[in-house]
Every structure is written in structure tokens, then in C-alpha cells.
């Protein structure tokens, strides 16, 4: 007996090394082996007959050896093959027989009959009663999906391990409810406590996928408020950008003021230098006119800075700008704003009045600034250029005025220096 099973073990070994797809990660000789463990399982803790032990285990080694042919009614191919080796090892014709019903008898949707039926069916499905039940379940499922059989998700292969243990599988020998049944309900239990899991990581994941598709409803709200802010904050950087112009040209006019009132005017009781009277005065309306308009530019508009609650509830006031509430109570202010927060449309209107009031204020400033330095320009072109034709035509507009002017200078400062040295030593 146990020379046929060593033979019988070395073929089928040989057999799935040499014709067994590597994607059978279930179907293998790891899993027959398995099944032969759990046959002398039974067999060694039940009253079978050493010719029973040895149908079962011809049987346990041969039931998958079809697979090396078709995954499809590979029961019947598993037999074709035992039934080829077994007569070649002049096995006798009932045992082969006997193997053949065996191998038969592990079809999962059939109902074995004898004994030796039972057993191997029960052999064949022991996993389900073992602690490796999850590693080998695994093995099947990834052996499915590489085969393109059928592809379970994680859900759906729960759902389908519980049907199957709770409704579709049952052991048949006293050993196997005895000693595997109890081992069936733990790994049962556990694939429906994995289901439940399972469940709450769908429902986060639903909710996850609802916040999500809300966050998407809200993204044009987003999207409004990123317009309202960035079109406020270029507003008022332009406005800042006015500021500064305005500013430049007042300290530059400022300071070309104050050159010709410190040089220019006080060379006017002269009468040699009578001709630089009309280009100092126009320079010098330009030079104001430049200054007038910038500080118009930058002037600010002082409003009533009060509103009524009408105004409020009819939505006429723009509570975004100070100058709309300044000489507003607290009280008074804090309500309207709760009256505003109320409504987003208000809210939203309210920016697009502050919006479009910058715009004006803008629109006003840059307008006279373009204003401002068209005059700045000008003056100082006509301004050079009446200098230069004041010099050019003017009888008493000499070199010998100007160097006579430069020598009374050198005079005045070398007595100053001459001291100042005397001083030190």
C-alpha cells in the first residue's frame, strides 16, 4: 500500500511541476497535500478498513490532476488521468473504480453518499474548518482573478465566503463536526465581523464621497469669493500705486519750488536778469499745477459716514466701507452686520457696490494723474525751452555776467575757508 501512494504522490508531484500553470495559487500540490492530511485525519480517528484507507488516499492525491487539462469539469479529467496511471501501475480494477467515485464525489455542488463519499468530500473542503482558512481562501480568490475566471472585490469575496460556509457547505463525517465544525463558525464569524467592517469603511467612504461632491457644489461659491478678493486687493494696490505718484510728484515740484524761490527770485532786482523772469513763471505754474492736481488726486472724499435701518433692510448701504458707518453707534453697527451676515446675497452685493466705488475712485484718480504729468511734461519742455531762448536773445544774457556772478562766489567763500584753516592751527 504504501508503495502505490509514494508512486502516487511522485507523479502527481512531477505532474503539476511539469503541466500546472503557475496560476493555480490554490489548485496545487500544496492543497493536495492538505486534502491527503485531512483524509488520514479522518481516517486514523474513524473505523475505515485499510483498503477504504487506501481508496481514500489514491484519491485525495489524484482528485486534482484534471487541472493540468481544463479548470472546466476537471473531475472528469482528474479521473481519465487515475485511471491511466493506475492501470499502468496494475492497480486492481475495483480500487480504481472505487477512486473514481472519490474523485466524483468532491463535485461542491453534488451530495456525496458513502462513506468513503463523505470523507473525501470532507477532506477536499476541510480548510473551511482550519486556521489557515483565510490564507488559502486568499489563494482561490487571486487564482480566480489570474485566471480571468471572475474578479471579487474585497466586499464582494466576504459576501461570497459567508454564503458559501453558511449556506452552501456542511461536513458530512461525525470527525469533521466534531473536531472542524467548531473552527468553521470561528472563521464564519470572523468573515462577518470583517463585513461589518467592511461596511463602516464604505459608509466613510460615502460620506467622504458626498463631503466631496458638496465641496464641488460649493467650489463656484469658492470660486466667487477668490474673484471679490483678488479684485479687491488689485483695487487697492492700484490705488496705493496712485498714492505714490501723486506723492513723487509732489516732493519733485516741492523741491523745484524751492530752488527758484532760493535762486531764481532773488537775482529778479537785477536788471541784467530781467529775462529769466517769464521762463521762472511759467516753471513755476507748472510746477504748481503739477502739485494742485496731485493733491486733488489723492484728496479724500469725506461722506456722511450714517445710515438707517432702512437703508438696511432695503440693502441701499455698503457696510464694507468705513465711510458708510464711522459716525455709526457700536450697537447700531453690530446689528446691521448681523443683518448683513443674514443674507449672502446682501453680503455679496455689498462687495460688488465696494467694487465698483474703488473702480470710480480709480477711474478718478488716474484720470487727473495722467492729467498731472501731461502738465509736469509740458512745463518742464516749454519751461527749458524758454530758458534757452531767454539766453539766446536776451542782450544782457552773457558768459562774462555769469563767470563775474562765479568769481563773487569764489570770494565770498575763500575768506570762509581761510579763517576756518587759521582756526585749526
Same mark, same amino acid.
Given at each position: ?8 504522490? /511522485? ?16 489548485? !496545487? ?16 480517528? #474513524?473505523?475505515?478498513?485499510?483498503? /477504504? ?19 472546466? /469539469?476537471? $473531475?472528469?479529467?482528474? +479521473? ?11 492497480? $486492481?480494477?475495483?480500487?480504481? *473504480? ?34 489557515? =482558512?483565510?490564507?488559502?481562501? $486568499?489563494?482561490?480568490?487571486? $487564482? ?5 475566471? @471572475? ?10 465566503? @459567508?454564503?458559501? &460556509? #453558511? ?77 505714490? %505718484?501723486?506723492?513723487?510728484? &509732489? ?13 531764481? =527770485?532773488?537775482?529778479?532786482? !537785477?536788471?541784467?536778469?530781467? =529775462? ?16 494742485? &492736481? #496731485? ?14 435701518? *432702512? ?43 465696494? &467694487?465698483?466705488?474703488?473702480? %470710480?475712485?480709480? /477711474?478718478? %484718480? ?11 511734461? +509740458? ?18 544774457? !552773457?558768459?562774462? !555776467?555769469?563767470?563775474? #556772478? ?17 582756526? =585749526?592751527?
Amino acid at each position: 500500500m504504501a508503495d502505490i501512494i509514494t508512486k502516487t504522490e /511522485d507523479f502527481v508531484f512531477n505532474l503539476f511541476k511539469e503541466d500546472l500553470p503557475n496560476t493555480f495559487l490554490y489548485h !496545487n500540490f500544496t492543497h493536495t497535500k492538505r486534502v491527503l492530511r485531512s483524509a488520514n485525519e479522518i481516517i486514523d480517528n #474513524s473505523e475505515v478498513t485499510a483498503a /477504504d484507507s487506501k481508496i481514500l488516499q489514491l484519491a485525495a492525491l489524484l482528485h486534482d490532476t484534471g487541472y493540468t487539462k481544463t479548470r472546466e /469539469d476537471h $473531475e472528469e479529467e482528474s +479521473v481519465k488521468i487515475a485511471t491511466k496511471f493506475l492501470e499502468e501501475q496494475q492497480v $486492481e480494477k475495483s480500487i480504481i *473504480e472505487a477512486v473514481n467515485k472519490c474523485i466524483m464525489a468532491t463535485k461542491f455542488k453534488d451530495t456525496p453518499k458513502t462513506e468513503l463519499e463523505k470523507i473525501i468530500r470532507d477532506a477536499d473542503a476541510s480548510h473551511f474548518g482550519k486556521d489557515y =482558512f483565510d490564507e488559502a481562501s $486568499e489563494f482561490l480568490r487571486k $487564482e480566480l482573478e489570474l485566471q480571468d475566471v @471572475i474578479t471579487y472585490t474585497t466586499s464582494e469575496w466576504l459576501a461570497e465566503n @459567508i454564503e458559501v &460556509l #453558511s449556506q452552501k457547505h456542511q461536513f458530512y463525517t461525525d470527525y469533521a463536526l466534531r473536531n472542524w465544525q467548531q473552527q468553521k463558525e470561528i472563521n464564519l464569524a470572523e468573515l462577518i465581523k470583517s463585513k461589518r467592517k467592511e461596511k463602516k469603511r464604505h459608509k466613510k467612504e460615502q460620506m467622504k464621497a458626498r463631503y466631496k461632491a458638496k465641496a464641488k457644489d460649493a467650489s463656484p461659491e469658492r470660486a466667487i469669493q477668490s474673484f471679490y478678493r483678488t479684485s479687491l486687493r488689485n483695487h487697492i494696490k492700484l490705488s496705493d500705486i496712485a498714492d505714490t %505718484k501723486a506723492n513723487i510728484l &509732489l516732493s519733485v515740484n516741492a523741491i523745484i519750488i524751492s530752488l527758484m524761490l532760493s535762486t531764481l =527770485f532773488s537775482k529778479f532786482d !537785477n536788471p541784467a536778469n530781467q =529775462f529769466l523772469i517769464v521762463p521762472t513763471i511759467i516753471l513755476m505754474l507748472s510746477s504748481i499745477t503739477s502739485m494742485i &492736481l #496731485s493733491i486733488v488726486a489723492t484728496r479724500p472724499n469725506v461722506t456722511s459716514g450714517e445710515f438707517t435701518k *432702512e437703508d438696511v433692510k432695503n440693502q441701499k448701504v455698503n457696510l464694507t466701507f468705513f465711510g458708510n458707518f464711522h459716525k455709526m453707534k457700536l450697537e447700531d453697527f453690530e446689528w446691521a452686520i448681523t443683518e448683513l451676515l443674514k443674507d449672502k446675497n446682501y453680503v455679496y452685493s455689498s462687495l460688488t457696490k465696494d &467694487l465698483y466705488f474703488l473702480g %470710480k475712485v480709480l /477711474d478718478r %484718480k488716474y484720470r487727473i494723474l495722467r492729467v498731472t504729468y501731461t502738465v509736469f511734461m +509740458v512745463g518742464m519742455i516749454i519751461s527749458v525751452i524758454a530758458f534757452a531762448v531767454s539766453f539766446k536773445f536776451s542782450p544782457n544774457a !552773457n558768459i562774462d !555776467n555769469v563767470l563775474k #556772478s562765479g568769481d563773487q562766489a569764489i570770494n565770498i567763500i575763500e575768506p570762509q575757508q581761510k579763517t576756518s584753516h587759521n582756526y =585749526f592751527v
